[in-house]
């Protein structure tokens, strides 16, 4: 096993407007690259699980296999566990664990499925190699990470583009790449994996409700999460420019032409 590298921080936290987002996420609006390729008797690896909604999922979609779900952060993993027992699954188990030196032998699991992960970590392509170390010959690791860049909105919004460049600048000044949509391709080959097949995802966010949703919950994080804490620690943005973006979100929430994309890049490795 490789060493554990913790050359990155998660840039997010767990504040509540953040897991509003991570409990939100299904195996459909999430992961719909892979679901096409899993068999009933599987077993999974779900890296970075969070709450827990996209693990169950795909505990539902192997009855006769299991999913293993890992995270960082202890405290999330109750949420998961209380989420997973609500649903009466009993194919699946939580851990805390690290991408960077994973707890398992090699040739261990069919998938393994990282959502939204390598745009936080210290070295991606490290933790492709550590997800290729514990996948069976045949079996698949699959990644999905949205590329900040490649967002898109309407109308224009000037805020927004001050919110845009400062996430990134906090994103990296933690460790971690934002626009990591666009490069899991090029992480992939250079932790050697050859069958890749790489495709791209949309959430898109237009209806009064998914426009007040998706900018509650970014005005909220913009304001109150760990984000927030590492933007003003880290010399990025005061707290008066963080109220001015916070505002902008809530501003271009109310817009009845409103319309927001967010693009993933995805692949679908199989070892």
Not at 48 to 53: A, R, V
Not at 129 to 154: C, H, I, L, N, Q
Request: proline share 4%; charged share 20%.
């Amino acid at each position: 096993m490789s060493e554990a590298r913790e050359t990155a921080v998660y840039t997010h936290g767990h504040h509540e407007s953040v897991l509003r987002s991570h409990t939100w996420r299904t195996a459909a609006n999430s992961a719909a690259y892979l679901v096409g390729s899993l068999k009933p008797h599987m077993r999974i690896l779900d890296i970075g699980c969070g709450p827990g909604t996209i693990t169950a999922d795909l505990a539902e979609l192997v009855p006769d296999g299991h999913v293993t779900g890992i995270d960082r952060a202890p405290g999330v993993l109750e949420q998961a566990r209380s989420a997973a027992a609500a649903r009466g699954l009993d194919n699946i188990e939580f851990a805390v664990a690290d991408v960077h030196a994973l707890p398992y032998p090699d040739d261990t699991f069919c998938v393994v499925h990282a959502h939204q992960v390598l745009q936080h970590v210290g070295d991606p392509v490290a933790a492709l190699r550590e997800m290729a170390r514990v996948t069976k010959p045949g079996g698949f690791v699959a990644a999905r990470d949205s590329d900040y860049e490649a967002m898109t909105w309407f109308p224009h919004t000037p805020g927004l583009d001050g919110w845009l460049d400062l996430y990134r600048r906090v994103a990296r000044a933690n460790g971690g790449e934002p626009d990591a949509g666009r490069r899991l391709r090029s992480w992939a080959l250079a932790a050697g994996l050859t069958d890749i097949t790489a495709t791209s995802g949309t959430w898109t966010f237009a209806t009064a409700e998914e426009r007040a949703w998706w900018s509650g919950l970014w005005a909220d994080r913009t304001l109150a999460s760990a984000y927030a804490e590492r933007a003003t620690g880290g010399g990025h943005a005061t707290p008066e420019e963080l109220r001015a973006v916070s505002g902008a979100w809530r501003e271009w929430g109310e817009q009845e032409d409103g319309w927001f994309s967010v693009l993933h890049g995805e692949i679908l490795c199989r070892k």
